[in-house]
């Protein structure tokens, strides 16, 4: 990516992207790359088709399950733990978004699916840290967090 990136900018080609998404991209992609690691397939990335605002950041199989993913990246350590900002508001928007993306599937039977967080965790001088919360929550709110 980094040579991708350096090419990029030696061709006169570089967008320049608020900081706070590069962080997010960076995180997104480290989150890729771990799924793959543990034999998901994941299937999208940052996904949105209607007329709901945001984005599912990972759609993936594990095995059977369809899995919607999201991960939050931060670059300092605060006094909240990342997967905190996936409060109700936001687990609202990912659910819609989530039967939004089931719609488009093919098929009369919707496969089995869960909702996991991802948390990934880069300061500057140490390894980077990726924490996997999987079944974070649920269909409803009646369902407990598991973080």
Do not use: C
Request: glycine share 8%; hydrophobic share 45%.
């Amino acid at each position: 990516m980094a040579a991708l990136d350096w090419l990029a900018a030696k061709r006169g080609r570089v967008v320049e992207m608020p900081e706070h998404l590069e962080t997010g991209e960076r995180g997104e992609l480290a989150a890729v790359f771990y799924l793959a690691g543990k034999g998901w397939k994941v299937v999208a990335r940052r996904w949105n088709e209607g007329p709901v605002r945001g984005d599912l950041d990972l759609v993936a199989w594990d095995g059977e399950v369809l899995v919607f993913v999201e991960v939050k990246t931060r670059t300092t350590v605060g006094l909240a733990a990342p997967q905190l900002a996936v409060d109700m508001r936001k687990r609202r928007v990912l659910r819609r978004m989530a039967r939004q993306y089931l719609r488009h599937l093919p098929g009369d039977a919707p496969p089995t699916t869960r909702f996991d967080v991802i948390t990934v965790v880069e300061l500057a001088g140490e390894p980077r840290r990726i924490h996997h919360i999987p079944a974070a929550y649920g269909w409803s709110e009646r369902e407990r967090e598991r973080y």
